[in-house]
């Protein structure tokens, strides 16, 4: 899989929040994108997920030497984010089966398996609106991880989690990179995004373009 910005400009009403962001995403390798709070990194991760579209620039997106169109790419993605809904009135158990019905599960683990991997699994059966969110960021990061994707997009993914769980993440992370994409968004956590190998500060590309 290989990503490519050219140019990537965004704004709202008449103000431009980031412009000519240029960059190459490879797989195999993990980036952060990083900047301080209302910078426009979630927005720059969701034009990378092709949810929003540019102000200005294009993304291109190639696997295998074939271009894949833009309405294509959410089947070789998935994405993270402490504001992504869960179906709450669902189990634990229910919600990953419902998942599962939709995209597949890497290196052919089952329903119990990912369970298991969330560390959840003696709340199998409880309802996730009583889960705390720290739990509910559990469910949302194995669930983009564990999917079987060459893409995966974490916004803020240590958000809600206490120190054990931010270990939990980092391992979990550390066992499902190596032949995919991964890239985090984070405002200062460098527990988040220190295993990143490049980075795009979005701070650089305001209104004015990159300096």
Known sequence: ???S???ISRKFNYEWIFRDVDFEFEQGNAYAILGSNGSGKSTLLQIISGHLHPSGGTVTYSHNNQVIAVDD???HVTYSGPYLELIEEFTLEEMLTFHSHFRKFRNNMDVNSVMDATGLIRNRNKPIKYFSSGMKQRVRLAIALLTESEVVLLDEPAANLDHK???WYRNLVSE???DRIIIVCSNSQSEEHDFCTQSIVIDDYKKNGKP
């Open 1 to 3: 899989m290989h990503i």
């Open 5 to 7: 910005l050219t140019k």
């Open 73 to 75: 790419f959410f089947r």
């Open 165 to 167: 769980a931010i270990e």
């Open 176 to 178: 499902n990179h190596l």
